[in-house]
């Protein structure tokens, strides 16, 4: 089994914020996550523009496919990665996570020590992971778009990464469009992609985020739970209907927050 180090277990567990509850000093992202949803936007899939939970992305792993998850500040992209990497660890894969906006790529060995970097960062055992055959390799990358060394080196930093990883899941702001790339390789690397945009908090997804927070307390009955849940959506519906906050996860949160006091 793979072992993480203590300080990457921890990243993975962290919420966006430093959040409190009244019964919680620090919230951890396993109290309050509720998978989000999204549409695709780009690649072959039939679905196209239609809405599925995100949870049911990570079926394509077994298919091979890679992905770009697009959506806008702040609206969740890294603690979905941080989700699926969780997740992939518990059903028996090696994932690895690199955050590349400081990444400077002229050559494959850059990309390859990097990598090589992220795994010691990551792991325990570290050597385990190599034993790992690319089937069972997944690679996180966040930030892709803003790559240090510009997009013109995205070619190479996908060529090197495709012999080691079977998946590789990009993050990206929305508004990055492949086809305005300026070098033809890149365009070309990315076109095997399927693109996924994070959709917005909807009154399901805002639901089950009010009703893990609201477990959080000591609560006695079903009754008195459904009566808090109740209370704190009719707040929060009437903060959304003014369109005062984004309907991420992270704002819904600094409200929840601030409903407590």
């Known amino acids: 089994a793979l072992n993480l180090n203590e300080d990457f277990s921890a990243k993975l567990n962290d919420p966006g914020g430093n959040f409190s509850h009244s019964?919680?000093?620090?919230?951890?992202?396993?109290?309050?996550?509720?998978?989000?949803?999204?549409k695709y936007v780009r690649g072959d899939s039939l679905n196209k523009q239609k809405i599925t939970s995100s949870k049911d992305i990570l079926s394509s792993v077994g298919d091979f496919k890679s992905i770009i998850i697009y959506g806008d500040e702040k609206s969740g992209k890294t603690t979905l990665l941080y989700s699926y990497f969780k997740e992939l660890v518990s059903k028996g894969y090696a994932p690895v996570y690199l955050n590349?906006?400081?990444?400077?790529?002229?050559?494959?060995?850059?990309?390859?020590?990097?990598?090589?970097?992220?795994?010691?960062?990551?792991y325990k055992n570290s050597g385990a992971v190599r034993q790992f055959s690319r089937e069972k390799r997944i690679?996180?990358?966040?930030?892709?778009?803003?790559?240090?060394?510009?997009?013109?080196?995205?070619?190479?930093?996908?060529?090197?990464?495709?012999?080691?990883?079977?998946?590789?899941?990009?993050?990206?702001?929305?508004?990055?469009?492949?086809?305005?790339?300026?070098?033809?390789?890149?365009?070309?690397?990315?076109?095997?992609?399927?693109?996924?945009?994070?959709?917005?908090?909807?009154?399901?997804?805002?639901?089950?985020?009010?009703?893990?927070?609201?477990?959080?307390?000591?609560?006695n009955s079903k009754p008195e739970l459904d009566k808090r849940?109740?209370?704190?959506?009719?707040?929060?519906?009437?903060?959304?209907?003014?369109?005062?906050?984004?309907e991420y996860p992270i704002f819904l949160l600094i409200l929840l927050q601030s409903s407590e006091q």
């Open 23 to 38: 019964s919680k000093e620090k919230i951890l992202l396993d109290d309050i996550f509720v998978w989000p949803d999204v």
């Open 229 to 246: 849940i109740d209370e704190v959506e009719s707040i929060v519906n009437v903060v959304i209907g003014k369109q005062l906050v984004p």
């Open 139 to 219: 690679l996180f990358v966040d930030d892709f778009d803003r790559l240090k060394s510009g997009t013109g080196s995205l070619s190479i930093f996908l060529d090197e990464v495709n012999r080691h990883f079977s998946s590789v899941f990009l993050t990206a702001t929305a508004g990055f469009e492949v086809a305005n790339l300026t070098s033809t390789e890149a365009v070309a690397a990315l076109s095997k992609f399927d693109g996924i945009e994070l959709t917005k908090s909807g009154q399901k997804l805002r639901h089950g985020l009010i009703k893990k927070w609201c477990s959080i307390s000591p609560i």
């Open 100 to 122: 590349v906006s400081d990444f400077l790529i002229k050559k494959p060995s850059d990309v390859a020590g990097k990598i090589e970097k992220a795994i010691e960062q990551i």
